[in-house]
């Protein structure tokens, strides 16, 4: 089986920082294509951060320049530096193979002003 387990969300202040984790098991996290997806209340689920085998990364331009995605190979995780965070960014955020059709389970990010 293929499971993704994410941790590190929680409630911070604008402009404070978090670091999301996402640990793979028993799936072909080394190879994989990788991303972190949001979903906001009364919104679409969408594509945050994405980043391939070969180490591409790409990011919604609304996070751009704000959070960072990184993965570690030999811990099977990925990871989403969170910086500079806006009300805004309050969502529950899920991690993604993206060739498997499994999610996480989410962890709650919430923002306050």
């Given at each position: 089986q293929?499971?993704?387990?994410?941790s590190?969300?929680?409630?911070?202040?604008?402009?404070?920082?978090?670091r999301?984790?996402?640990?793979?098991?028993?799936?072909?996290?080394?190879?994989?294509?990788?991303?972190?997806?949001?979903?906001?209340?009364?919104?679409?689920?969408?594509?945050?951060?994405?980043?391939?085998?070969?180490?591409?990364?790409?990011?919604?331009?609304?996070?751009?320049?704000?959070?960072?995605?990184?993965?570690?190979i030999?811990?099977n995780?990925?990871?989403?530096?969170?910086?500079?965070?806006?009300?805004?960014?309050?969502?529950?955020?899920?991690?993604?193979?993206q060739?498997?059709?499994?999610?996480?389970?989410?962890?709650?990010v919430?923002?306050?002003?």
């Open positions: 293929v499971r993704l387990v994410e590190g969300g929680g409630l911070v202040q604008a402009g404070g920082s978090l999301l984790s996402c640990t793979a098991s028993g799936s072909i996290f080394s190879i994989n294509t990788m991303g972190w997806y949001r979903q906001a209340p009364g919104k679409q689920r969408e594509l945050v951060a994405q980043i391939t085998r070969v180490g591409i990364t790409n990011y919604a331009d609304s996070v751009k320049g704000r959070f960072t995605i990184s993965r570690d030999a811990k995780t990925v990871y989403l530096q969170m910086n500079s965070l806006k009300p805004e960014d309050t969502a529950v955020y899920y991690c993604k193979d060739s498997s059709p499994l999610w996480g389970q989410g962890t709650q919430t923002v306050s002003s």
